[in-house]
T-cell receptor, first 116, second 114 residues
Framework: AQSVTQLDSHVSVSEGTPVLLRCNYS??????LFWYVQHPNKGLQLLLK??????LVKGINGFEAEFKKSETSFHLTKPSAHMSDAAEYFCVFASLFSGGYNKLIFGAGTRLAVHP | DAGVIQSPRHEVTEMGQEVTLRCKPISGHDYLFWYRQTMMRGLELLIY????????DSGMPEDRFSAKMPNASFSTLKIQPSEPRDSAVYFCASSLGLAYRELFFGEGSRLTVL
């Protein structure tokens, strides 16, 4: 079965400290993986995506993620948190079904709190 | 360029009433998706269209839900009759090409059914 699991429902960090949001996937195929961010009362916005090119992917706002096939992980990191990073983050998996079309499978989300 | 536009942003209605949510995708995008977000279930794909044609509606909860896309610039999601358990935020998203490309989300329609 193809799935994505976000290991933490809530993460709290102090401003200026590193951020680590964890995501694991399960797939028989080479996956496409994404991180989306949702600020309060807003729609989701793409942070970054992995589509079988470079395993270290850089996104917007200083975020990056590393695809590790051996660990089936795609963790999101940022060296120094900013107050504006407080939001909900979704790890997303693109699942290839028969027929050639695909769907996005969303993780349950990780709510990131940033304290002064 | 304007993003995905949804209306209304907020809707409060009573059980049994008809609800219509509207979406205008980004011009030129050929895929349109309707999602529902709740605390209990997270984000669920309800239905998606390609070039105005419904491709997969397996996520639509039941016959009370219907969606249409009469042209490339407009889609509706209708609930009739509405029930309290339909209370959620409904998102519309569009993309150019398949889901391997970026999805652009609207700001959502928050529905409360009393």
């Amino acid at each position: 079965a193809q799935s994505v699991t976000q290991l933490d429902s809530h993460v709290s960090v102090s401003e200026g400290t590193p951020v680590l949001l964890r995501c694991n996937y399960s797939s028989s195929y080479s996956p496409s993986l994404f991180w989306y961010v949702q600020h309060p009362n807003k729609g989701l916005q793409l942070l970054l995506k992995y589509t079988s090119a470079a395993t270290l992917v850089k996104g917007i706002n200083g975020f990056e993620a590393e695809f590790k096939k051996s660990e089936t992980s795609f963790h999101l990191t940022k060296p120094s948190a900013h107050m504006s990073d407080a939001a909900e983050y979704f790890c997303v998996f693109a699942s290839l079904f028969s027929g050639g079309y695909n769907k996005l499978i969303f993780g349950a989300g990780t709510r990131l709190a940033v304290h002064p | 360029d304007a993003g995905v536009i949804q209306s209304p942003r907020h809707e409060v209605t009573e059980m049994g009433q008809e609800v219509t949510l509207r979406c205008k995708p980004i011009s030129g995008h050929d895929y349109l998706f309707w999602y529902r977000q709740t605390m209990m279930r997270g984000l669920e794909l309800l239905i998606y269209f390609n070039n105005n044609v419904p491709i997969d509606d397996s996520g639509m909860p039941e016959d009370r839900f219907s969606a249409k896309m009469p042209n490339a610039s407009f889609s509706t999601l209708k609930i009739q009759p509405s029930e309290p358990r339909d209370s959620a935020v409904y998102f519309c998203a569009s993309s150019l090409g398949l889901a391997y490309r970026e999805l652009f989300f609207g700001e959502g329609s928050r529905l409360t059914v009393l």
